[in-house]
């Protein structure tokens, strides 16, 4: 079973999404464990106090070591951490997130994700992680966003979580670092003068399966030509 840490001075933000999601019902049939850890659990003063203003001035307050290496250290040991743990600091100069990455963690153990806040970490602290990863180039004011997307893109992938098994996942856009996924279409067979394509109401599962792999490729190349090798 799959065990994922999430730490965060923000857990609250965590209590919709592990109480409506395919992450909620993948937890309740046991494919995983999800963990949601307050970090000012790991705060000995006090105000519970996880950040402090930068040496050498400038603006915003940066995490403090302490706390972090107390919360991460409680959840995957010291360094070096078992065989099969993955900690995945959130950080804009880390490796772009993508389907293959989810693909390699939901194959893991255990998974601890860090969430930023504030004006970022001590760089001390990134000695802990693994993994420095970003969602892209943007930025946003908490890690906790993207660790509950990266969650979600992990989860979906483990046996059992999707509702339509193994070939829900398998022919999904990105998927094993694919492209797009063809064009879909359900009930009605036309609305408002757009028809679904005569192929898919034939029956004919070779001919399906043939368009589905010619539209694929089509809308990966007009769309994502990046995708294309």
Known sequence: MLRLDVISVQPAMFRGFLEE?????????????VNIVNLRDFAHDVHRKVDDKPYGGGPGMLMMCGPWFEAVEARAGA???PAGTRVVMTSPAGRRFDQRMAEE???EGHVVFMCGHYEGFDARIESLATDLVSLGDFVMT???LAAAAMVDATVRLLPGALGGGP???????FAHGGGLEAPQYTHPAEFRGMKVPEVL????HAKIEAWRRREALRLTEKERPDLVR
């Open 21 to 33: 999601s395919i992450v909620a019902r993948a937890v309740a049939k046991g494919l995983c464990e």
């Open 167 to 173: 070939a829900a996942a398998a022919s999904e856009s």
């Open 201 to 204: 109401l034939s029956g004919d």
């Open 79 to 81: 360094k070096p951490y």
């Open 105 to 107: 963690l939901s194959a």
């Open 142 to 144: 908490g890690g906790e």
